[in-house]
């Protein structure tokens, strides 16, 4: 069974600007997460997706957005770009339940300038 | 709210070493779930174990072991004899329904682990 897939693996913004990452989660996986890992803030929780509904949500600024498709595919946006947006972002996959078991993604590397 | 420590930040051993990676969690759920994952250089986190707040069972597997107790709401991991492909970031991770909000994975600051042949 394939694995999470993550689009694109590195990007290069500059300040302003707006990004949209993809996540294609693993089959039959219906439930989508994501991450923001920095050298100082650690591993943070953004948003969790299941059924297209937002189901849960860190303590993340309003530029911070998400979605997810029927067949569970997510994206999450990130508008006016600031230096610290700059992380590698996660995305995560699960059967269902928030305590079903998270699988991850080999991230995307956001580099702001 | 709910939290993880794991207050080794940076361990280094030579190949073959044992070493323990410490986790210690708070939250005042009863029914949570804990969680190991590793980080390669690669970045994706790859899962290890998980286990339930009702199962004390210390698990063996393969040369992994982890020691759950939770009079002390530790959740210790054992590596016997290293090897330098154990190289990598070690994240604690707690699943709780702590405040009413949906279960959410809270992670450890992670232990970087280096082998050296």
């Known amino acids: 069974k394939a694995g999470v897939t993550q689009t694109p693996r590195y990007l290069i913004k500059t300040r302003g600007q707006q990004v949209t990452l993809s996540c294609s989660p693993i089959s039959g996986h219906r439930s989508v997460s994501w991450y923001q890992q920095t050298p100082g803030q650690g591993l943070q929780f953004l948003f969790e997706y299941f059924s297209e509904t937002q189901r849960n949500k860190g303590n993340f600024p309003g530029r911070f957005s998400g979605r997810q498709f029927s067949n569970s595919r997510s994206e999450m946006n990130v508008s006016t770009l600031e230096l610290g947006d700059s992380a590698l972002y996660l995305c995560a996959s699960s059967l269902g339940l928030s305590i079903d078991t998270q699988y991850f993604g080999p991230g995307t590397r956001l580099t702001v300038l | 709210a709910q939290k993880v420590t794991q207050a080794q930040t940076e361990i280094s051993v030579v190949e073959k070493e044992d070493v323990t990676l410490d986790c210690v969690y708070e939250?005042?759920?009863?029914?949570?779930?804990l969680f190991w994952y590793k980080q390669p250089p690669s970045g994706e986190l790859v899962f290890l174990i998980r286990r339930n707040s009702f199962d004390e069972q210390n698990e063996i597997s393969g040369r992994y072991s982890w020691n759950f107790q939770k009079s002390t709401s530790s959740f210790n991991f054992t590596i016997t004899a290293s090897q330098v492909v154990d190289s990598a970031v070690y994240f604690c991770?707690?699943?709780?329904?702590?405040?009413?909000?949906?279960?959410?994975?809270?992670f450890g600051k992670g232990t970087l682990l280096t082998v050296n042949p």
């Open positions: 939250t005042r759920d009863t029914t949570y779930y």
């Open positions: 991770a707690l699943s709780s329904n702590s405040g009413g909000s949906n279960y959410k994975l809270t």
